[in-house]
């Protein structure tokens, strides 16, 4: 079966520092992959998402993340964080069964931004 | 163009009670996809909808129900609702040929 796995519960990190949020998958053929954030009481927002070609993604808001096949991973990297950057992470894969998709959730990184 | 829109925002149910909560699509989607999200965790996939039909279902019991009308738009029906039903709900639209679904703001529901 399909599963997401965001290690981290929640990061904190400073204003201006750089940014990794981890993302592990488990898809049996090529994934598609994504990342989405939510801010409090809020849906949820695409940030970036891999389909095939190039590996290395860029998203909105500064945002990119590296396929890594070989480990089976999606991080996502930002350069340099900024304080609206705070929010939850959700990295996802998208699963067909039957000729359409679902998406499979990780249960997600908070992120605390400190001025 | 108007992005997936919902309603109502919040909801207060009891135990027991029936509620249905509602979903526009992006504009040139017709997919509509409903999602669970429980307190500090990642959405959980309800079931899908094109051409009026359930296309996949995730693992949720019966009471559990949708529909999509020939607008595109759906409703997600949830009867005899536990407390554990409380969440927040998610519908997300896409093409059926499409890999990416964008998302609704959400239906905050509370049983008590």
């Known amino acids: 079966a399909q599963s997401v796995t965001q290690p981290d519960i929640h990061i904190t990190v400073s204003e201006g520092a750089s940014l990794e949020l981890r993302c592990n998958y488990s898809?049996?053929?090529?994934?598609?992959l994504f990342w989405y954030v939510q801010s409090p009481g809020q849906g949820l927002q695409l940030l970036l998402k891999?389909?095939?070609?190039?590996?290395l993604v860029q998203g909105i808001k500064g945002f990119e993340a590296e396929f890594k096949r070989s480990q089976s991973s999606f991080n996502l990297r930002k350069p340099s964080v900024h304080w609206s950057d705070a929010a939850e992470y959700f990295c996802?894969?998208?699963?067909?069964?039957?000729?359409?998709?679902?998406?499979?959730f990780g249960k997600g990184t908070k992120l605390t931004v400190n001025p | 163009d108007a992005g997936v829109t919902q309603s109502p925002t919040h909801l207060i149910k009891t135990r027991g009670q029936q509620v249905t909560l509602r979903c526009s699509p992006k504009?040139?989607?017709?997919?509509v996809s409903w999602y669970q999200q429980a307190l500090g965790q990642g959405p959980q996939f309800i079931f899908q909808?094109?051409?009026?039909?359930?296309?996949q279902r995730g693992n949720f019991p019966d009471r559990f129900s949708g529909h999509q009308f020939p607008n595109y738009s759906s409703e997600l029906n949830v009867n005899a609702l536990l407390l554990g039903d409380s969440a927040l709900y998610l519908c997300?639209?896409?093409?059926?040929?499409?890999?990416?679904?964008?998302f609704g703001p959400g239906t905050r529901l509370l049983v008590l």
């Open positions: 997300a639209s896409s093409t059926i040929l499409g890999e990416t679904q964008y």
């Open positions: 898809y049996g053929a090529t994934p598609y």
């Open positions: 891999y389909f095939s070609g190039d590996t």
């Open positions: 996802a894969v998208g699963a067909f069964e039957g000729g359409s998709e679902k998406l499979v």
């Open positions: 504009s040139g989607h017709d997919t």
């Open positions: 909808y094109y051409e009026e039909e359930e296309r």
